[in-house]
C-alpha cells in the first residue's frame, strides 16, 4: 500500500460533501465509486460523508454493516498513514442510489450550518504522528460501535456517526475543538451501550435463576 498524506481541506466540509453526492448519477452506488470520487486527499471527509445517512431514521439495507466496515478500514489507514484496503464483498456492495443520497443531502444540509464554526484551533490536538494514531484508533472504534446490530435501538446509530462526523472534520480541518466534541460523543455512546447491556443483563438474569 502507498503512503498517504491527510492534508487540511481548503474548502467547507458541505460544498466538498455535496459535490460529490451531486456527481452520483447511477442507479446505484458502491463504497469503491465513493471512494474513487473522494479521492486520496478526501478519505477523512469520506469518513465524515459515510456517517451522514445515520444522523436520520432513515432504512437502507446493508449500510450500517458496508459504511460501518468502510470507516473502520479507513481509519486504520489514517491511523498507519496508508491508503486503504478494502475487501471486495465491502467495496462492491451496491447500495440504492435513490434512498442514499435523500439522507446524505439532509446530512449536508446540517454541516452547511455549522461551517462557519470549523476552523484550525488546538492544533496540538491535530498534528503529530501520535495524535494522528491515538485519533485514528477513536475514528476506529467509533465505526466498530456504528456496525454493531443494535440498529432498531434508538440513537445506537446516531450517537456513533455523530462522533465519527465530529472526528473526522475536526481532523481534517485542523480544529481540535470538533475533536474534543467527538470525543465526548464517543464516551456518551460507550456509556449510552454500556446501559443498554446493564438493563438487558438485568430483565435477563430472573431467566437465568439469578
Not at 59 to 79: C, E, H
Not at 139 to 165: D, H, K, Q, R, Y
Amino acid at each position: 500500500m502507498s503512503r498517504a498524506s491527510f492534508e487540511d481541506s481548503r474548502l467547507p466540509v458541505s460544498a466538498v460533501l455535496e459535490r460529490i453526492v451531486d456527481e452520483i448519477d447511477s442507479e446505484y452506488i458502491t463504497l469503491r465509486d465513493l471512494m474513487n470520487r473522494m479521492g486520496e486527499q478526501g478519505l477523512l471527509l469520506l469518513c465524515g460523508l459515510l456517517s451522514l445517512p445515520f444522523m436520520f431514521p432513515v432504512s437502507i439495507p446493508g449500510v450500517s454493516t458496508v459504511f460501518g466496515a468502510g470507516i473502520i478500514l479507513i481509519a486504520y489507514a489514517i491511523t498507519i498513514n496508508r491508503m486503504p484496503w478494502v475487501p471486495n464483498f465491502v467495496a462492491d456492495r451496491r447500495l440504492d442510489t435513490q434512498k442514499l443520497t435523500a439522507a446524505l443531502q439532509r446530512g449536508i444540509g446540517v454541516l452547511r450550518r455549522v461551517d462557519n464554526f470549523l476552523k484550525p484551533r488546538l492544533q496540538m490536538l491535530t498534528d503529530g504522528a501520535l495524535v494522528n494514531r491515538v485519533n485514528g484508533l477513536a475514528l476506529m472504534l467509533c465505526g466498530l460501535l456504528l456496525i454493531m446490530p443494535l440498529g432498531l435501538i434508538p440513537f445506537s446509530n446516531t450517537l456513533p456517526a455523530v462522533a465519527i462526523l465530529m472526528l473526522s472534520c475536526g481532523i481534517s480541518q485542523r480544529d481540535g475543538i470538533l475533536i474534543i466534541l467527538g470525543y465526548v460523543a464517543m464516551a456518551a455512546t460507550i456509556l449510552y451501550f454500556a446501559a443498554l447491556a446493564s438493563l438487558a443483563y438485568a430483565a435477563g438474569k430472573p431467566l437465568l435463576g439469578g
